[in-house]
């Protein structure tokens, strides 16, 4: 009553197979008159199997990288958060590292700052002209 009824079982085709094409470079070997050997007219390359220093560079390299996108974009809220816990205790660093995180989660440079500390010493006259 409650069982499932079977299911009906397709038959698998085999696909067909397509025809083989030798490459051109292939040549009946000429010098014996019985066998119908091939022989290659290209020297082949020979693959060189990555050993185990590369394989374990390649994938530190991967994992750094992740590594260093995820501290990108973490780092800055920690920053933040450790100057909110310390802002209590002590005002200027508190301060400091909080302004800090969000500067930088703003994408914010020290070049940036530099040139905006410039402007206001240009604004208030504070820069002697050298000229």
């Given at each position: 009553m409650f069982s499932k009824s079977p299911r009906e079982s397709t038959q698998?085709?085999?696909p067909s197979i397509p025809e083989l094409k030798l490459p051109e470079n292939l040549v009946l070997d000429v010098g014996s008159k019985d066998s119908k050997s091939l022989a290659v007219k290209s020297v082949t390359k020979k693959r060189v199997k990555p050993n185990r220093q590369e394989i374990l560079e390649v994938e530190n390299s991967e994992l750094?990288?992740?590594?260093?996108k995820i501290?990108?974009?973490a780092?800055?809220?920690?920053?933040?958060?450790?100057?909110?816990s310390l802002y209590k205790d002590n005002f200027f660093f508190g301060s400091t590292l909080i302004a800090v995180?969000?500067?930088?989660?703003l994408k914010v440079s020290?070049?940036?700052?530099?040139d905006l500390l410039e402007w206001i010493k240009d604004f208030f006259g504070l820069i002697d002209e050298e000229e």
């Open positions: 698998m085709q085999t750094v990288s992740n590594i260093e501290s990108r974009i780092s800055p809220y920690f920053i933040a958060i450790v100057g909110l995180g969000i500067l930088s989660l020290a070049r940036d700052v530099a």
